[in-house]
């Protein structure tokens, strides 16, 4: 489903961080964007894929979609990645050494800190990225900032012919605020040049431009001392002054209007001197920065003083009511907070799996088996470590479930010689890093059951395409890769390839009881659509026959949210032992009939109900 | 209310929270405030909660509300309602949909769901406005109404005219898909007509 092009005029629009970038990125004639999705930046390059008048796509993971981004800039073109902060990680090979060859047309890279981890696995700080690369880093503050500096970084990446990172935080990325655009330019690419000695990274050629990059930092450095974007916010009450940039300086802006600002947009290299001059210009110096203490640690290289982590938070967001009470620690005042009435406890309310999950078979298996250890990964079926199935014994990063469960068989004592080891990982996973974690489990014949759920999209993130959905960006039709076969061309054994429908729960059972069982690397391939993308259908949802459920709550275990539990009751058995029973209800509006629930239900009390009205409605 | 207005929407994922509060800001641009809007919803298709800030004003820096600072809180789940209530200001005002989404952790019995949320806001001096935005949802034949319903409702909790909300919730959905437009116009009188009713009883 192309989607059509149907731009706004240049105009005062409402737009997230991202959409803003997005908006920016087209306008400056950018030719090619490339991104793995990651929360919070995955609407960059999704909002970009729109304006079909340059190339978008999923890159397999972001290394790949930085050296995409990189060939377009050696050929000329203007050229864009976008990745959330453990994807700089992965796409860090390439930066480092590109950050020695340079760049042609100017390179962007809108980098996203999960700063607070409403959804990652750590929280890091990619301005020390900036540091290690060389390479310049500007940190807008809000919708409107992302825009212009987005337009300023293509400018300066082209001056200083450096890939540049647009630091954002979750609070840029996805807050909403009005931003004035304009209309987009057209940049004809200058054409590729051959040079070796530019672009052939050998230690012969490299060596050389060691110097020249050092020649660039010295450069921004004096930048970085005159730039437009570093600006001071004068403030009558100078009893202390704020360094700050990014999401931050808003939260400062709000709780301390009267108070100077040094205001960080082109934060790296950071202008010493001109700090330098505005910390004499005020009482005390305060580094409010999200999350590491970075500049404040230049800044007392450079024989500043300052105050910085010491009196505020090392984690998480610098929020109003977080800086008001350290601040007036550091002044000697106290600040009452708000009134407000006391927070209430309430049950723990976690993302989970949805109705009708393929993923929930899968992990109410695992659940029902002994002696197991699992190895988990990073998507939508990282949440069987939650409740009913509590599924799940590691969680790492993108295909560390491979490596770590060839380690775990290799590594075990006579402890574990038991336990049979099981990897999870979905598609998209497997295919931005799980390949080579499965050819080295298979090269050195590791002991582990890889449970490959493909559920034909980058679910997590909202159901994007890639390479196993046999869609590209725009939903048109592409080669799709057989993951039996690809499986096999990386070494494992055919008859150890099974491919399974995840809601027949004994086909599931047995297939993996067989394969744990057998010394050998084997991999089971699950087959059912996400619940959320078009390619799964809904049928006839069930009801529960209240006379005939025993209450023995084996649905439940199912894990499946449209079972509530209506009753419980205990019952003393004749053995004496006491039972807990759980009566049930299937709300059969958000039911869509995937039948897993009716399986273990041995007095077969699940039956068909009559399809409702409101099933169109709540999905989507 | 004050010269900043600050609303926090909150309730499950998949509950169309964002989207009201994007209904909302739509209404606030109108009028030409500047307005900032945000969300926590870590993973938020999937049952976890959700919350979504709107703050509209002159001037807007910070988009985000901190504990005794929003003038309207906006639940459209119950437990969701006592769960964000230290957010409200002392005066502030709940609009709360008397609707229960459980989690599986309550359905295992790990977690009790609260007895009477509402009752029990209304024991900590909260002005709270409760109503089964759900049931009239359903009753005008589809579930995801409810978003336009608890619209309808707070629009006479707003600093400015219900029908600058009623336009926007009309522009928005009949933008989408003309065909609703009169069913979100019934949703939302419905939700208007609700709160008052319950204001009466109250
Ligand atoms: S059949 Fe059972 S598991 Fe499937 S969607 Fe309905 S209630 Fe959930
Ligand atoms: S599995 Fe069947 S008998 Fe057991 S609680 Fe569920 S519906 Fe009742």
């Known amino acids: ?620 | 209310m004050s010269q900043i207005t600050n609303i926090l929407v909150c309730g499950v994922g998949g509950q169309g929270v964002m989207t009201a509060t994007e209904i909302l800001a739509e209404a606030a641009i109108s009028l030409g405030f500047d307005v900032k809007k945000t969300e926590v919803a870590g993973m938020s298709q999937r049952g976890g909660v959700v919350t979504s800030q709107l703050r509209f004003g002159k001037e807007i820096r910070s988009p985000q509300i901190g504990p005794g600072e929003a003038d309207l809180l906006v639940a459209f789940e119950s437990a969701e309602a006592l769960r964000w209530s230290h957010m409200l200001k002392p005066g502030g005002v709940a609009l709360v949909n008397t609707g229960c989404i459980v989690p599986p952790v309550v359905n295992l019995g790990l977690f009790p769901y609260p007895e009477d949320p509402v009752d029990k806001m209304r024991a900590l001096g909260l002005t709270v406005h409760a109503f089964d935005a759900t049931s009239i949802a359903l009753g005008l034949g589809n579930i995801r109404l409810g978003n336009t319903v608890m619209l309808g409702a707070s629009s006479d909790l707003l600093p400015f005219p219900a029908g600058v909300l009623r336009d926007a919730v009309l522009a928005r959905f009949g933008a989408r898909k003309p065909q609703l437009v009169e069913a979100n116009r019934e949703a939302f009188e419905a939700g208007r007509k609700a709160v008052a009713g319950e204001a009466v009883a109250a």
């Open chain 1, 1 to 620: 489903m192309p989607v059509s092009q149907t731009l706004p005029a240049p105009a005062r629009l409402f737009l997230s961080g991202n959409d803003a970038v997005a908006r920016a990125v087209w306008e400056a004639g950018t030719r090619v964007a490339a991104a793995y999705p990651g929360t919070p930046s995955t609407e960059i390059v999704e909002v970009l894929s729109r304006y079909l008048d340059l190339y978008t796509e999923w890159s397999i993971n972001e290394k790949v979609a930085l050296e995409v981004a990189l060939g377009a800039s050696m050929v000329g073109a203007r050229a864009f990645c976008a990745m959330k902060h453990v994807g700089l990680n992965v796409a860090s090979d390439a930066l480092m050494t590109m950050t020695v060859t340079g760049t042609e047309g100017g390179l962007v890279i809108a980098v996203a800190d999960d700063v607070g981890m409403s959804s990652s696995q750590n929280e890091q700080d990619s301005r020390y990225w900036g540091r290690f690369a060389h390479v310049p880093v500007l940190e807008p503050s809000d919708s409107q900032e992302a825009y212009s500096m987005t337009l300023a970084a293509f400018e300066l990446s082209e001056r200083f012919r450096v890939p540049v990172i647009l630091r954002l935080t979750t609070r840029i990325c996805h807050v909403k605020g009005l931003v004035q655009t304009g209309s987009r330019i057209e940049v004809e690419p200058a054409g590729f040049v051959k040079d070796p000695r530019h672009w052939v990274m050998v230690p012969g050629n490299a060596k050389p431009r060691l110097p020249k990059m050092l020649e660039r930092d010295a450069a921004l450095r004096a930048e970085t001392e005159v730039s437009p974007l570093n600006e001071v916010i004068e403030g009558s009450d100078r009893r202390i002054g704020f360094v700050t940039s990014g999401a931050a300086f808003m939260h400062v802006r709000d709780a301390f209007p009267d108070a100077p600002v040094f205001k960080l947009g082109l934060s790296c290299p950071a202008p010493i001197e001109r700090l330098r001059a505005f910390a004499a210009s005020v009482d005390a110096l305060l580094v409010v920065e999200e999350t590491e203490p970075l500049i404040e640690t230049e800044l007392k290289a450079a024989g500043i003083a300052c105050h910085g982590k010491d009196v505020l938070p090392r984690l998480h967001e610098l929020v109003p009511d977080v800086l008001k009470p350290a601040v007036a620690r550091l002044q000697g005042e106290v600040v009452e907070p708000p009134e407000h009435v006391a927070a209430q406890q309430v049950f723990p309310r976690p993302p989970t799996m949805c109705v009708a999950c393929p993923h929930l078979g899968v992990y109410y298996t695992l659940s029902q088996m002994r002696n197991i250890i699992i190895s988990g990964d990073i998507g939508c079926y990282t949440l069987g470590a939650g409740h009913p199935w509590n599924a799940l014994d590691t969680c790492i990063s993108m295909g560390a479930s491979m490596g770590t469960a060839l380690g775990m068989d290799k590594g075990r004592g006579a402890a574990d010689a038991n336990k049979k080891i099981v990897a999870v990982i979905g598609d998209s996973t497997f295919m931005h890093m799980g390949m080579q974690g499965l050819l080295d489990i298979t090269w050195n014949r590791g002991n582990v059951t890889v449970l490959l759920l493909d559920n034909r999209a980058v679910g997590m993130t909202g159901g994007q395409d890639n390479p196993g959905t046999g869609r590209d960006i725009h939903g048109e039709e592409r080669s799709r890769v057989d993951f039996a076969q690809l499986c096999e061309a990386l070494g494992v054994r055919r008859e150890r390839i099974h491919v399974v429908d995840p809601y027949q729960l004994p086909v599931l059972f047995k297939t993996i009881r067989e394969e744990t069982k057998i010394e050998e690397p084997s991999v089971i391939i699950t087959n059912r659509p996400c619940v959320l993308i078009d390619d799964y259908k809904p049928t006839q949802p069930y009801m529960v026959q209240e006379d005939r459920c025993t209450g023995c709550g084996n649905c439940v275990e199912v894990g499946c949210p449209a079972i509530h539990v209506t009753r419980r009751d205990k019952v003393v058995k004749a053995s004496g032992k006491e039972v807990d029973l759980s009566f049930v209800r299937i709300e059969t509006s958000a039911c869509t009939g995937c039948g897993l629930c009716v399986q273990p239900c041995a007095p077969e009390a699940i039956q068909h109900a009559a399809p409702v009205q409101t099933l169109q409605f709540i999905r989507k």
